[in-house]
């Protein structure tokens, strides 16, 4: 991986500088939830640190809008209305610096065919109105501290319904790839994609100073 460390940008100056189609975004978010998966993420990583990362989501592209648009499975929660599931939402969700203090974008240097097939993949998943899966979350969750277990299906498994990274993961499977070998898509987390051995250029601007880099060496399983 080679990674460039970025600072003195807003969000919308990062993502609108690095987001392109195909192209996957990493946030680490703040709320309680957020924080609890950076936390378990923990498992993974060699010096036993959070993971800067909380969410993953795919850049779909600029619209006639004049907005970068993305997909991504995800919790939406306003006073009226709740989303839970595969969405496309703007970009613009992320330009809060206060409450995404992380970001990354990373290119897996795909072609234009490769590109279409991951977004159609994607798309596949927003025209069946995927659910958003707390509990395969869980399950993943579960599955950090036995290694072995990422190996087989996910034992809170749903049809019809995938969590983001999850979500990611599936779509990318298109274009033939695997960010972790070994490991079903349903138990891919955003710590996962970020520490891919397959080769990808990422931008990181991750502000918090408690908050390792991205770049480091996995723990052994």
């Known amino acids: 991986m080679t990674q460039h460390d970025v600072t003195g940008l807003t969000n919308a100056e990062f993502l609108e500088r690095h987001g392109a189609p195909g192209r996957i975004g990493l946030a680490g978010g703040e709320l309680l939830i957020e924080r609890a998966i950076r936390r378990v993420q923990r498992h993974l990583r060699e010096d036993r640190s959070p993971s800067p990362w909380s969410h993953a989501f795919i850049f779909t592209g600029r619209r006639e809008d004049g907005w970068q648009w993305v997909l991504e499975s995800d919790l939406e929660i306003h006073r009226r209305q709740i989303r839970l599931g595969v969405q496309e939402n703007r970009v613009a969700k992320y330009h809060d610096e206060r409450a995404f ?60 319904a995938c969590y983001c990274s999850a979500m990611v993961a599936h779509a990318y499977r298109a274009a033939s790839i695997d960010f972790t070998a070994g490991v079903v898509a349903k138990h891919i987390t955003p710590e996962d994609i970020a520490a891919s051995a397959v080769p990808h250029e990422a931008w990181v601007m991750a502000r918090s100073p408690t908050l390792p880099r991205l770049l480091h060496r996995r723990r052994k399983a």
Do not use: I, M
Not at 109 to 135: F, I, K, N
């Open 101 to 160: 203090a992380n970001l990354a974008v990373l290119d897996f240097g795909l072609g234009e065919a490769a590109t279409r097939r991951v977004l159609s993949s994607a798309l596949d998943l927003l025209a069946g109105q995927v659910r958003y899966s707390l509990g395969e979350l869980v399950g993943t969750l579960l599955a950090l501290r036995k290694p072995a277990l990422r190996t087989r299906r996910n034992l809170l498994d749903k049809d019809n």
